[in-house]
């Protein structure tokens, strides 16, 4: 499947790729040509014309933004929310759930930090309680222990989908099918696996998927977005509202939106939009299956070059593994890696307790090295990287 991806075309499109071994794209991706075109033809039309007018004129593309995350996701259009990042899209979902004290929340080790401390949060402020899933023996969610500690308290199940720090994959459509036996409500924080993984939310069982732009999706930065399902839509009132989320309704009422767009602001850069569109219709004219076989086909091949290398210690987990490749170098801290190998013009970054502090792993090795692969990297790449890995 990966063949038919044109790699030339890939590289022409991304004119960084020339210059730089970025191996970041868990962090933020380089964005393809047809991304930063529509990202500055629209800051062009907001300084030409005004930036209401040039909203009016983007109507198309802004509209067009919910039709192709629908495709991508396989929802309803009325099922997808602009956000300006993938925190603030779960964020906005899990504010608004109908939690009552002594309610319980699974989670899994795995979470991302941001979702921890919001569920923390809101276990102090309501009374909920928190429980975190193990992992099994490969490292990904226990779906066994999962059923066991399922209560009749229990309410939600929030899931990280590809974590931040380790190359794991967690069940996700195992975890959603269990969530509807139980009539429990999924959330899937999807940020890591929007544009690496295929994603059909109907396999997948979430209620609720939340992703940023500038990772595998390689949008721009400051964008993210929110599917909810339907059939939850109508159950949510969210925990901000204004008047796009909302019609007021004096003198004591406002009626919502019966959309997913009632979880969005009236002010979000419209640029923005209409890059993170962009990058959405490109994966999507590639094809999310040739894209993702290449990424994994390329993290798998990063992976066993490293493991071979003396010195270096891989330490990705999971059954199945996606496109992040977590190691060390020994007697090097992973931020000192990062450094080295930034000073030599290839980009990674540094995976830490601080992005998944209930992580055993992670907090034993105190830092690894993340690098992440896309569909315009190479073999060529990984083997100069390995390279430079190994030349201190
Ligand atoms: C798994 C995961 N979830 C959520 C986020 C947060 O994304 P954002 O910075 O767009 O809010 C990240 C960012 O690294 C992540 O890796």
Same mark, same amino acid.
């Given at each position: ?27 933020? #991706?380089?964005?393809?040509? %047809? ?10 039309? /907001? ?15 802004i509209e067009?933004f919910y039709d192709a995350f629908a495709?991508l996701l =396989?929802c309803g259009r009325d099922e997808v929310a602009y956000a300006e990042s993938a925190t603030r899209a779960w964020d906005m979902a899990v504010y608004s759930l109908p939690l ?9 080790? #795995?979470?991302?930090?941001s979702n921890?401390?919001a569920l923390?949060q809101l ?10 899933? %193990? ?21 939600v199940?929030a899931? !990280?989908?590809? %974590? !931040? =720090? ?19 409500i999924f959330v899937l924080d999807a940020c890591?696996?929007a544009?690496?993984?295929?994603l059909?939310v109907?396999?997948?069982?979430c209620h609720v998927l939340s992703g940023t732009g ?5 949008g %721009?930065?400051g964008t993210g977005f929110l599917y909810v399902e339907r059939g939850l839509l109508a159950m949510l009132e969210p925990a901000f509202v204004d008047m796009r989320a909302a019609t007021a ?5 406002y009626d919502l939106r019966p959309d997913a767009r009632r979880f969005e602001s009236w002010e979000s850069s419209i640029?923005g939009r209409?890059?993170l569109r962009?990058?959405v219709?490109?994966?999507? /004219? ?13 993290? #798998?091949?990063?992976?066993? $070059? ?8 891989? =330490? ?18 992973? /931020? ?41 990297? $190479? ?10 890995? !190994?030349? =201190?």
């Open positions: 499947m990966a063949e038919t991806l044109d790699i030339d075309r890939l590289r022409r499109d991304t004119p960084a790729s020339r210059d730089l071994i970025h191996f970041n794209n868990a962090g933020a #991706s380089l964005i393809p040509n %047809p991304v930063s075109d529509a990202v500055f033809q629209h800051l062009d039309l /907001e300084r030409r014309i005004g930036g209401y007018e040039a909203e009016a004129a983007a109507q198309a593309d067009d495709a =396989h009552r004290a002594g309610d319980r929340i699974l989670t899994h080790e #795995s979470e991302y930090a921890w401390i923390t276990s102090q402020r309501l009374g909920v309680v928190i429980d975190a899933v %193990p992992s099994d023996a490969s490292g990904q969610v226990d779906i066994d222990a999962m059923r066991r500690m399922i209560t009749p308290e229990t309410r199940i899931l !990280t989908h590809v %974590p !931040t =720090h380790n190359g794991l994959v967690n069940p996700a459509a195992e975890v959603g099918a269990l969530a509807r036996e139980y009539g429990l890591q696996s544009g690496q993984l295929p059909d109907r396999t997948l069982g500038r990772k595998f999706l390689r %721009p930065r309704r004096p003198p004591g009422g640029a209409v890059g962009a990058a219709r490109y994966l999507l /004219e590639l094809g999310v299956d040739a894209v993702s076989a290449r990424v994994l086909m390329l993290a #798998s091949s990063l992976r066993n $070059t490293l493991a071979s290398l003396p010195g270096i210690a891989v =330490h990705d987990r999971g059954a199945l593994k996606s496109g992040i490749v977590t190691f060390t170098v020994d007697g090097e801290s992973g /931020e000192a890696t990062a450094k080295r190998l930034r000073e030599r013009r290839a980009n990674v970054s540094v995976a830490a307790p601080v992005g998944a502090p209930l992580d055993p792993q992670i907090r034993v090795l105190g830092s690894a090295v993340r690098a992440s692969v896309h569909c315009y990297n $190479t073999d060529e790449e990984i083997a100069r990287f390995a390279a430079l890995v !190994t030349d =201190h």
